[in-house]
């Protein structure tokens, strides 16, 4: 049972707009920043929001992050078959560990 | 071009160890923290450890205390991750992966393509 808590599925259709939560604690994300990661099965995960919602060079400004309290959301908007991959939401806790949540896996239909 | 290649991953007893590395290429290995993150089969990613840019400092994950230690070697611009007392829980694909900024950020923007550990007898 991850601290961070993801539902563990989302879907949505080409060009739609999609969201995924995280929902967390005082001592992570109602403290400390938010990342979101994006992983392919197979391959090596990617950095695709930074700092609750900071887009790190060459991600589609499709995608955009926000926080507010315990909470956070990834947004996916013109969603795309692409974008079919598992998605981690990540906190730093002052408990001195990192967190991921559980991940959402996210189908395109 | 930024890199990073794990190696080292293999079919273990459980009670055995192994050691992991993780060689870095395209960067100053020198001025980041690194990381090391697993996945275990059909679950999602987990943090394991990580250590800051000379390898005075290391933390761990509550579930690998003990039993695995992080080091670096910054003159062959690898990382390391010692598994002592490994357990069937164990078992996952190890990523390494960098900080962001030289300072610590606990931002991933570099990993590498994993390796596989798998504790069984």
């Known amino acids: 049972q991850s601290v961070l808590t993801q539902p563990p599925s989302a879907s949505g259709t080409p060009g739609q707009r999609v969201t995924i939560s995280c929902s967390g604690s005082s001592s992570n994300i109602g403290s400390n920043t938010v990342n979101w990661y994006q992983h392919l099965p197979g391959t090596a995960p990617k950095l695709l929001i930074y700092?609750?919602?900071q887009r790190p060079s060459g991600v589609p400004d499709r995608f955009s992050g926000s926080k507010s309290g315990t909470s956070a959301s990834l947004a996916i908007s013109g969603l795309q078959s692409e974008d079919e991959a598992d998605y981690y939401c990540a906190a730093w806790d002052d408990s001195l560990n990192a967190l991921f949540g559980g991940g959402t896996k996210l189908t395109v239909l | 071009e930024v890199q990073l290649v794990e190696s080292g991953g293999d079919l273990v007893q459980p009670g055995g160890s192994l050691r992991l590395s993780c060689e870095a290429s395209?960067?100053?290995?020198?001025?980041?923290?690194m990381y090391w993150v697993r996945q275990a089969p059909g679950k999602g990613l987990v943090w394991v450890s990580r250590i800051n840019s000379d390898g005075s400092i290391t933390s761990y994950a509550d579930s690998v205390k003990g039993r695995f230690t992080i080091s670096r070697d910054n003159a062959k611009n690898t990382l390391y991750l010692q598994m002592n007392g490994l357990r069937a829980e164990d078992t996952a694909v190890y990523y390494c992966?960098?900080?962001?900024?030289?300072?610590?950020?606990?931002?991933?923007?570099?990993w590498g393509q994993g390796t596989m550990v798998t504790v069984s007898s």
């Open positions: 992966a960098r900080d962001r900024i030289v300072v610590v950020s606990n931002t991933l923007d570099m």
């Open positions: 395209g960067f100053t290995f020198s001025s980041y923290w």
């Open positions: 700092s609750n919602n």
